[in-house]
């Protein structure tokens, strides 16, 4: 996640230009509930499908600290608490979380928000990036198998075998810049994000 001042920046410029959704986390480096917040942050925050979701909007966290009577965010985030989760659009708040929501929660706030501000299905499109990613996830666990048996047999590899290694590996080359190719137009975010004319 961003840093706060560029979450700052970001939600500024939201005010007056389109851009991205953003998801703000709002965490804490009290003390007293920091050993809470980093177990919260580091079970819920790396969870893969918020990992997925996070792809689709400009991610930033806050201290809770710096959201003092001063601070022009005080605005938008009237009561800030510590493991708490919003969705923007142009600077304005689209969802608002309890605090610490947990990972499916998180999940369904930003699934709900692509829907209702760029008509987009973030549930189809995390099941398809699931599998691509699953069957990347294969393809590496391939090419680490040739290279354990290329390491294991060394000298020993015969001239038959190692090309035979060759034309898989090409082949395991082109799978992986297909299913990248996949990915990356399933992600295109600029071809994806289109909001909707009424939402406007």
Do not use: H, W
């Not at 601070?71 to 309890?98: F, V």
């Amino acid at each position: 996640m961003g840093d706060s001042r560029q979450a700052f920046q970001q939600l500024t410029d939201l005010n007056e230009e389109e851009g991205r959704p953003v998801f703000l986390y709002l965490t804490s480096t009290d003390e007293e509930i920091m050993p809470r917040v980093e177990t919260y942050e580091q079970t819920v925050l790396n969870n893969e499908k918020f990992c997925i979701a996070a792809k689709f909007f400009d991610c930033f966290q806050i201290d809770v600290a710096e959201l003092d009577e001063e601070n022009p965010l005080r605005k938008t985030i009237k009561r800030p608490k510590p493991m708490t989760c919003y969705t923007l659009s142009k600077g304005k708040i689209i969802y608002k979380s309890k605090a610490k929501p947990s990972a499916s929660q998180i999940f369904s706030m930003c699934s709900k928000t692509l829907k209702k501000v760029y008509g987009v299905s973030l549930d189809k499109i995390a099941k398809q990036e699931e599998k691509i990613l699953d069957q990347l996830a294969k393809v590496q666990q391939e090419k680490d198998q040739i290279e354990k048996k290329r390491l294991s047999k060394g000298k020993n590899l015969s001239k038959r075998e190692d090309k035979k290694l060759q034309m898989r590996e090409q082949e395991l080359f082109e799978e992986e810049l297909d299913l990248k190719e996949k990915e990356r137009k399933l992600l295109d975010l600029e071809a994806q994000l289109k909001p909707d004319e009424e939402n406007e």
